[in-house]
């Protein structure tokens, strides 16, 4: 056989080494029926259990392959679903596998007869009649034969054949197989949308009264179909038809999907397994890249960051070649060493010079000049009270240059009130002793500069303490 295979499969013209063969009912079986709704997940186990109700042969005998077909015809209900089966003898498979392989060929697909020729049909069916009807039936009648088909969205739900005992038959014989009956328990039984038309193709004699017998016997309009001419084949048949749509497999898009070869199919157990692998790895891909792309962004910051700040060599030799931990004793020595000169300058929210220096300049009035600023306080780095690092006291000394003697006192005493008036000294050294006098050795060197007509001036002398009981006093 593998031969005769080799042989007119070598004459003829083919675009590869892949073969799909479709069965007779000699060697597979087609069956469509109806179960309990149930998840994907069961259908395996449920299939396995309903196909023991509608073939009669031991299970373990049989290779078989389903398809789920969700319903939606008259006779549909949610709480079913239908199912397309094709069954074959477990070795079937092998066997042919065989055969096609000593041919040099590949075996791409095994089906049933049924499911092939209603791949064709309906390729061949024209789109108007598709959208007047979805569901119909197709009667093929020959000289020893006949079959029909009851199709509905593309897919085969039903299917009828009866061997002619005599030659020609007569149009009686078609009350044999209850053609209207199977129409019906097609729609009701089965799920199928209504059958509202029927085709009818042949080569008997007789073919209008068999059309018209069949239009009588179903009630729904009957046509013509030649098969023949679209495919240009000259006296095709059953085996033919079959032969040409499982040709069709893999470059006609149609509903059925059912093959018992199980030659590039995976189980739905294992899509389920894929599908689930792919959205995990779609979630951690997904992760890594939103990570990668935030580390990258904290890393250009930070960069930018760093590049604001310039390298100074003089610290580069300073901490060359050495740990984390000589640094840290290297920071909290200079840590150590910041909190005494804190200390020295005053400590945080203490009196500093600076803020002195600053107040003076500010408080002073045009008429009057210093001429000698002490300020005096001890360094007492323990934790007693006589350690908080207050200045003890601050001298001043100056004068002042006015028209009267009297004036120039007034603008030392102004100048005192407004010491006493600022935020900072008057808080810190609110007690004031004031002295003032006429000195002219005090004054020799002014008066040189300004000449003979220059008067003596009044010299003053501020020594401030921090606060006490009692008030100022002014010598």
Same mark, same amino acid.
């Given at each position: ?111 049933? &007869? /049924?499911? %092939?020729? =209603?791949?064709?049909?309906? *390729? !061949?069916?024209?789109?108007? $009649?598709?959208? +007047? ?59 199928? &949308? /209504?059958? %509202?038309? =029927?085709?009818?193709?042949? *080569? !008997?004699?007789?073919?209008? $009264?068999?059309? +018209? ?59 389920? &397994? ?9 979630? !951690? ?78 408080? !002073? ?111």
């Amino acid at each position: 056989f593998a031969q005769f295979l080799n042989k007119n499969l070598g004459a003829a013209k083919r675009a590869g080494p892949n073969v799909v063969v479709t069965l007779s009912r000699h060697m597979g079986l087609f069956r469509y029926f109806t179960m309990p709704a149930a998840e994907s997940k069961f259908w395996a186990t449920a299939v396995r259990l309903e196909i023991k109700k509608h073939v009669p042969l031991a299970l373990e005998t049989l290779k078989f392959d389903f398809q789920v077909i969700q319903q939606k015809g008259a006779g549909a209900s949610k709480m079913r679903q239908g199912v397309l089966t094709a069954v074959t003898g477990k070795d079937t498979v092998g066997k042919i596998e065989k055969i096609i392989s000593a041919a040099g060929l590949k075996l791409a697909g095994v089906e049933v &007869a /049924p499911c %092939s020729i =209603a791949r064709l049909w309906d *390729r !061949l069916d024209t789109p108007d $009649a598709k959208a +007047e009807s979805q569901s119909y039936a197709h009667v093929l009648v020959d000289a020893t034969s006949m079959r029909f088909l009851v199709i509905d969205r593309g897919v085969p739900v039903l299917f009828r054949e009866l061997l002619w005992t005599q030659a020609p038959p007569s149009v009686e014989a078609l009350r044999r197989i209850e053609f209207a009956n199977s129409l019906r328990f097609a729609a009701e039984m089965l799920g199928a &949308a /209504p059958v %509202s038309r =029927a085709l009818v193709s042949g *080569r !008997l004699p007789d073919m209008p $009264a068999w059309r +018209e017998a069949l239009a009588q016997d179903s009630g729904v309009p009957v046509e013509d179909a030649d098969i023949d001419a679209p495919l240009g084949l000259r006296g095709g048949d059953w085996a033919a038809y079959a032969a040409v749509g499982a040709a069709a497999k893999f470059t006609v898009r149609n509903a059925v999907a059912v093959d018992v070869g199980q030659a590039n199919k995976v189980s739905e157990e294992e899509v389920r &397994a894929a599908k689930n692998i792919f959205i995990v790895s779609a979630v !951690l891909t997904a992760y890594f890249i939103i990570s990668g792309v935030y580390h990258q962004a904290l890393y250009m910051i930070r960069s930018q960051d760093l590049g604001r700040y310039h390298r100074e060599p003089r610290l580069e030799a300073i901490f060359k070649g050495k740990r984390e931990r000589d640094i840290q004793t290297m920071i909290k020595a200079m840590q150590g060493r910041a909190n005494t000169f804190d200390a020295i300058n005053g400590g945080a929210g203490k009196l500093r010079p600076s803020l002195v220096l600053a107040e003076l300049a500010k408080s !002073l009035p045009p008429e009057l000049w210093l001429t000698d600023i002490k300020f005096e306080r001890p360094l007492k780095l323990g934790n007693g009270p006589e350690s908080r690092g207050e200045p003890s006291k601050l001298t001043l000394s100056g004068y002042a240059r006015a028209a009267s003697r009297d004036e120039e006192a007034a603008l030392v005493l102004k100048f005192k009130e407004e010491l006493l008036k600022s935020k900072d000294i008057g808080t810190s050294l609110g007690h004031v002793d004031v002295t003032m006098n006429r000195k002219e050795e005090q004054l020799a060197a002014t008066r040189l500069a300004h000449g003979p007509e220059f008067r003596q001036q009044t010299a003053f002398t501020f020594t401030m303490t921090p606060p006490k009981a009692g008030s100022g006093m002014m010598r």
